[in-house]
Structure formats: structure tokens, C-alpha cells
């Protein structure tokens, strides 16, 4: 039992080629079920939809279940947002078959596996050096990714449910956009106290996070790197000394051409 599970503490944490090739494959498990998941809350629930959602959900469970077992401190682990976020998700696509009502609120959770991005850019962050050195911007851009279509599958259910069809879903995701951006073109809009509350929230909230992109593309590029004398975390990629205790510093970088 502890050489299994040393074995899959490896695949998630180690730096061994298996590892990494397992942890692509993640990515691109996360990425094809991300663009499932945005997809599938405008189609009619089937029973070939709902087994699809049980496998989905048994295969996520595996991968939760597997990272809770292999961790060293699991209360901790399960306190994290993106272990939560994929519980919901996991609760989500194995009560759709038996669950017949609201089902457009349950696909609606499946929107908070985009959360689980943020545990897959830490790994890009040990491995990527072009991550390390535009990562404040990447975060922000995968921020307002996450806000803008869990906002706009809420949209969608309070407001064009009614109407079957990707064309709904584009309406709610539009009417998103433009809120976000205060353009408020107003032919499309939210009428009920419910639906006026969350166009105020996503002004508010998505301005904030439109602006901190805006402001990570445009501010000097900075890289992690904890100085080990005064603990100032943000560095320029080819500084050698840290600029608040002058404490020599050694960051990786691709040298020069």
C-alpha cells in the first residue's frame, strides 16, 4: 500500500518524465472537459448526456480521490478552493442522472472546474520558464476567464433557460461582456431584483479584474523569487542582487543569445 502510494505522489508531484507526461495528460483532460462542460449546458439532457456526466464525474472523483490520498497534510488539501470547487463538480455530474429538476443549476457548478486551473498553473510554474516570467499575467487573464463564464452560465439559467440552443448560451455570455465593460448597450438585459443584483456584481467585480490584467500586461515583466535575507518575493528577470538588502541573488534564466 505505501509503494503505491509513494508511486502516485510521484506522478503528482515528481520531476521524472512519467510525471511530467501524466501531468499533460491531466491538462489536456482539463482542457477537453473545460470546453465540454461551457458547451454542454445549452443542450437537452439525454440519456447519452447522462452517462457521459457519470463517467466524467467517476474519472474526476479518481483524480480528487487520488491527490487527497497522496497528500501529506489532507485537511488542509481539502480546504483549497480548487479541491472544493471539483467536489461540486464531482456532485454536479453524478446527480444529473437521478436529479430532475434544475438541472441547468447543477451543469452551471461544472463552470467551477476552471478553478482547477489554478492547481495546474502551479505545476507550469516549476516547469515553465516563459510562465515564471509573464506569470502575473496569466493569472489575471485565467482570473477574468474564470469570472466571465461561470458569470455567464449564471446569466444563462436566470435568463435565456427558457430558450434551447448555443445561441442562448452566446446571448448570456454577450450580455456578460458588455456588462463587464460598462458598454451597456441595453438590448439585452436583466429585469428582476435577482437579475439586477448579479449585472451589479459583475460590473464591480469584473471591472476590478479587467483592470488588474490591463495593469499585469503593461507593468514591467517581474519574476517569483523569494530573497533569502529579507524575503521580497518580485525581482526582475536578470537582476543578481535583491534592490531592497542588496542580498546576492541566483534566479534562473535563459541566459543571453
Known amino acids: 500500500m505505501a509503494t503505491a502510494q509513494h508511486h502516485i505522489r510521484q506522478l503528482y508531484t515528481g520531476r521524472s518524465r512519467t510525471a511530467r507526461v501524466f501531468r499533460y495528460a491531466l491538462v489536456v483532460f482539463d482542457t477537453l472537459t473545460i470546453l465540454y462542460f461551457i ?10 448526456l447522462a452517462r457521459l456526466d457519470t463517467g466524467l464525474g467517476i474519472l474526476i472523483l479518481a483524480d480528487l480521490s487520488a491527490r487527497l490520498w497522496v497528500s501529506e497534510d489532507r485537511w488542509q488539501e481539502c480546504r ?21 429538476d434544475d438541472l441547468a443549476f447543477l451543469r452551471v457548478l461544472r463552470g467551477l472546474r476552471l478553478i482547477h486551473s489554478y492547481h495546474l498553473l502551479r505545476d507550469l510554474r516549476q516547469e515553465s520558464r516563459f510562465f515564471r516570467r509573464h506569470e502575473d499575467a496569466i ?53 428582476t431584483t435577482g437579475g439586477k443584483l448579479l449585472t451589479v456584481f459583475i460590473m464591480v467585480v469584473g471591472v476590478g479584474l479587467f483592470l488588474q490584467l490591463a495593469r499585469a500586461i503593461l507593468q514591467p515583466a517581474k519574476v517569483r523569487h523569494t530573497c533569502p535575507e529579507c524575503g521580497l518575493n518580485r525581482h526582475e528577470p536578470d537582476a543578481v542582487h535583491c534592490k531592497h538588502c542588496g542580498e546576492p541573488l541566483k534566479i534562473e534564466t535563459a541566459g543571453t543569445l
Not at 476567464?145 to 439559467?157: D, E, H, N
Open 39 to 48: 458547451t454542454s449546458i445549452t443542450w437537452p439532457q439525454s440519456d447519452h
Open 139 to 191: 493569472l489575471a487573464a485565467v482570473n477574468l476567464l474564470v469570472f466571465i463564464f461561470v458569470m455567464a452560465s449564471l446569466v444563462f439559467v436566470l435568463a435565456f433557460d427558457q430558450r434551447d440552443g448555443p445561441g442562448a448560451y452566446v446571448d448570456a455570455l454577450y450580455f456578460t461582456v458588455s456588462t463587464l465593460t460598462t458598454t451597456g448597450f441595453g438590448d439585452i438585459t436583466l429585469t
Open 80 to 100: 483549497k478552493l480548487y479541491t472544493l470547487a471539483d467536489a461540486l463538480v464531482v456532485a454536479s455530474l453524478l446527480l444529473a442522472p437521478v436529479v430532475t
